[in-house]
């Protein structure tokens, strides 16, 4: 369960988030919606533990426990995983080396026992099945040269590896046709379990079609405007986000 | 005083005195008059030029005489330490009688347009200490996979001049690898002199690990000729002053060098990469490529240039000197050189210098690497595209071996001031 509470955050002296509240309970799915520039990203990136961002008030715990003062790889080891909107492309690094090297860094955190190279590699394996994800993938350097699909595709591969307690999605669907789109929402529902929760942070509707959220809020000014069921993103297709930004529907 | 003497005064060292004080007991030997002339005429060339100061264009950040004057240091002889195929070497010093003419005549040879104040001043000190030759002799077609291992002692507070003639006949192939290793006060002026026949190749591996106490100072000279091929990768790690100086002269059509290396720089280290490439014939191709990872407050040079002739039509010359600069007090200093006189050529140069990207770096964390495994990374992609260049499988496998021993001792964390 992850209790976001009273966030302000401000990056420059900027105040991005101005109190935001926020609990998803374990195996719940919540999406947030909002205008662009409301601070979905940046919510997607406190929640990882990027440094550029200074929290101002309020906290955030995981199972209970502060994860503020973590870095973003303590995080990840205790259970936070980041699927970013834009993946880096890392020259040099293969795809091999950095799931082998994260996976066994997370394990050894978790104090579980550290893969081998076969170990590694039949587990990379059987998680491509499953995601229907073509392990031609893995022998390229990180990112680099992948299309758009199949950068967001690596993003939930590594996510299944990394068996996160909570997931943020963040703009999952940007750049996706409906094929890639399809693929990828497949990949996230068959995460989905009892003991992980996940926020998908998207601008459209039409991710949720996909991944059927338990709750979505609306993200406007900094906090949470609006909290409804499913029904709300639909209506937020409809109308758009005017009734939060102050200006009239276009 | 005249005008031009004024001038030279402010570009010579006051203590080339320094290294040539052994000089007259070595003169004092019976060796045979061509060897004490060819150590005469450096030790005049010393004399009157001196050593090269931070005041000289081409040694602008390799300060010389200033780590001299710090040392007590005496001219040693020594022996080359030397295995694998060694049926192709032989030393030669005292009498040198077994010194063979093509040797005498590249020992000798007086490079055209040489000037005073140039990057052979070094080469003349070593000329005017003359006596350790290593000469390796590949005959024409022998095909040769495993490499000739060669160190150089350790010797305390020892000026040492080694030289190192090599001959690679036609279609032969050699490898050479270099490892020197000094833990003591001691200046290395070492020489190397290659010739690469029609149709050869010669690989020539270095690993400078040298301590913080030494001065290594490598001349490199190669004459490459048709069709032949000289690949060479140095990795400079280890502390200390250090100049790798490297000169091709591409004389043969379809010639081709690769003359790459990584430099891994910390602490007071000082690491000054000098590569001129001489395009003197049609359809060559060479390639710089080097990787500099800068931490502390060490300082790294390079300055490559190609120099492309009046016939040396259809060059492919490449320069790239990439730089990743790991603290404040760190410094890269890059000068990419191209002078081209040919009108259809293909040359291109680039450098870069910054940080570890923060993006990257980021990505890597938020997956629960820790953030000096996550640099470490970042740094081995970095220099990876260069070890992939290396053609000698077990040299690239123990170059990254010493590259992740490098990373497990640096300090990789961006200090702030």
Known sequence: MIEIKNLHAEIEGKEILSGLDLTIGNGEVHAIM????AGKSTLAYILAGREDYEVTKGSIELDAEDILEMDPDERAAAGVFLAFQYPVEIPGVQMTTFLKTALNAVRKARGQEELDAIGLLKLMKSTCQKLGISDDMMK?????????????????LQMAMLEPKFAVLDETDSGLDIDALRIVADGVNALREQNRSFLVITHYQ???????PDKVHVLADGKIAKT???ELALELEDKGYAEFTGEKAA | MSALAKFERRYKADNADLALKDWDQLIASNAPDWVQAFRKRGHEIVVEAGLPTPKLERFKYFNLPAWLKKQELSYQSFEFEINGPTNFASVANDDFSNVPDWAQDLITAQPLGEEKYGDLMLERLSDAFFSDALIIDVPEGEQITEPLHLKIP????????PRIIVRVGRNADFTLHEEHQATHAQWNNAIIKIIVEEGARFCHYRYNMNGDQSCFTQNTSVHVAGNATYEAFTLTAGEGLSRNQVHVELQGAEASCDVNGINLLSNAQNAD???????QAPNCRSNQNYRNVVTDKATGIFQGK???????QQTD???LSNSLVLSHAATMNTKPELEIYADDVKCSHGATTGRIDDEALFYLRSRGIPEEEARSILIQAFVSEVIEEISHEATSEDVIYKLSQWLSTASLTFEAR
């Open chain 2, 317 to 319: 010359g490449y320069q």
């Open chain 2, 154 to 161: 350790n010797k305390e507070n020892a000026f040492l001049c």
């Open chain 1, 140 to 156: 390229r350097a990180v990112n680099v040269g992948f299309s758009g699909g199949e950068k967001k595709r690596n993003e939930v």
């Open chain 1, 34 to 37: 909002g205008p662009n520039g």
């Open chain 1, 228 to 230: 409804g069921g499913p």
């Open chain 2, 273 to 279: 990469t000098t590569i001129t490439i001489e395009h």
């Open chain 2, 306 to 312: 190609v120099h492309v002739h009046r016939v040396a």
């Open chain 1, 206 to 212: 039409r991710l949720l079609d996909y991944i059927k």
